[in-house]
């Protein structure tokens, strides 16, 4: 049975079903699960929750003498009350069918007004993956439902603005580059859904299936996924066994979907069927599985990597069309371009007025007129004070001509971005 109750009732051994308020602010990585530990207790009942929904046929009720003093309490403002309701059938704790949901966020916004929500995503969504993953390289089930929160979190920001958590994103740095990539992953795989006709929950699921993609890395030793050099053959192989790693752990979970099975196992399939576990062709591999080779590629490519710099956003999509009729699926190629921008957040360009820019918000219907900001004259070789120009607006007269590479100008432009 599932009951709200008040946050000073709440003991060691409830199960603890959903936490109040918005998951983004909650203290665990994680909203269903035993309370079993005393600081974990601590940490809930010095928060700024005020109830929450425990399941009494997995855990512990409240005890006997908290119901009676809600009976007390109850009945103690039933007589003082004015209106003739003696309410002698209310229950002290609320009953319910189950957990309510929170409203979705459908808004959009410009990737301004989107930052400071996005990374305060970022942040939580890092915790929550890395002590998920964590718990499975301990050995720890996996339970998709978990997660399905941060996938509600990733799916409204990139419902809000669809560059700015995919770009924070990769400003990943080389020791948590796998579990943001997930995180971006996700991201890039729920837009991409939407995208290719995806349904609104198919999208979620390939959402989250985006995030567990890589989770056969758990079973990686960390001195092989970080190491800066050039692998050995027998360290390559160890990393290549990850997709079944990650199905095998995932057959053993719960709430795990046959979308997430699918991609976990087969996101290095390649359409000329040179891909991996399973070497299958064009016409063997799934859409989700399609989508997640993109996805997957891409974050990788344009993300610092402990043996490499990631490449401009622009670049890493050139050079992606370059092996797209090996590799990807021309269809799910063209979508994911169409999501991206042909010139994608985080890009440096060249300008017409003979100034560099970076690309700060994309326009998903004039992909050659995104947002830029201008802060680099090519002519005095030096920063200029930054201007953000809107290029769909009439009354812009500049325009992109190329993108730029910032090894060649000796610039940095995360600082700029951000």
């Known amino acids: 049975m599932l009951k709200r109750i008040k946050i000073q009732e709440v003991r060691l051994g409830m199960y603890l079903q959903e936490l109040g308020g918005p998951w983004i602010d909650h203290p665990f990585w994680r909203t269903s699960f035993v309370l079993e530990k005393k600081e974990d207790l601590q940490t809930l009942l010095s928060g700024s929750i005020g109830e929450v929904v425990i399941d009494t046929s997995k855990g512990l009720d409240i005890l006997a003498e908290d119901a009676e003093a809600e009976d007390a309490e109850e009945g103690g403002e039933e007589n003082d009350s004015d209106d003739g309701d003696d309410g002698g059938d209310t229950p002290a704790v609320q009953v319910l069918a189950k957990p309510p949901r929170p409203a979705k966020l459908v808004e959009k916004t410009t990737a301004a007004q989107e930052k400071e929500r996005a990374s305060k995503v970022l942040g939580a969504a890092k915790v929550a993956i890395t002590s998920m993953f964590e718990e499975v390289r301990m050995g720890r089930a996996v ?80 001195d092989i996924l970080q190491k800066p050099g050039k692998l050995t053959q027998a360290e390559y192989l160890t990393i290549k066994n990850h997709p079944m790693a990650g199905y095998e752990m995932l057959r053993s979970g719960r709430n795990v979907s046959r979308m997430a099975l699918d991609v976990v196992r087969h996101h290095h399939e390649k359409v000329d069927g040179t891909g991996y576990p399973d070497a299958l062709s064009a016409t063997q591999i799934s859409l989700p599985g399609k989508m997640a080779a993109v996805c997957d590629v891409y974050d990788a490519i344009t993300s610092n990597r402990p043996y490499k710099h990631g490449w401009e956003p622009g670049e890493s999509l050139r050079r992606m069309a370059e092996w797209n009729n090996a590799h990807f699926d021309n269809h799910v190629f063209h979508a994911f371009v169409k999501i991206i921008g042909i010139y994608p957040v985080g890009s440096l360009v060249r300008m017409k007025s003979g ?64």
């Not at 996700?186 to 890589?214: I, N, P, T, W």
């Not at 007269?397 to 993108?403: E, G, K, L, W």
């Open 143 to 222: 339970d998709a439902a978990d997660v399905l929160p941060l996938v509600e979190e990733i799916n409204a920001s990139v419902t809000r603005n669809i560059g700015t958590l995919i770009g924070l994103a990769r400003l990943k740095t080389a020791d948590d580059y796998t579990y943001m990539h997930s995180i971006a992953v996700c991201a890039l795989m729920v837009a991409l859904g939407r995208e290719c006709g995806m349904s609104s929950e198919d999208a979620k699921q390939a959402g989250l299936a985006g995030l567990l993609h890589d989770i056969g890395k758990m079973a990686v030793p960390k």
């Open 355 to 418: 100034k560099l820019g970076v690309v700060v918000d994309h326009n998903p219907v004039l992909l050659l007129q995104p947002t830029v900001k201008l802060f680099f004259s090519i002519a005095s070789q030096a920063r200029i004070p930054i201007e953000v120009i809107d290029l769909a607006k009439p009354s812009s007269s500049d325009m992109i001509m190329a993108h730029e590479d910032p090894a060649k100008w000796g610039l940095s432009v995360n600082d700029v971005w951000r």
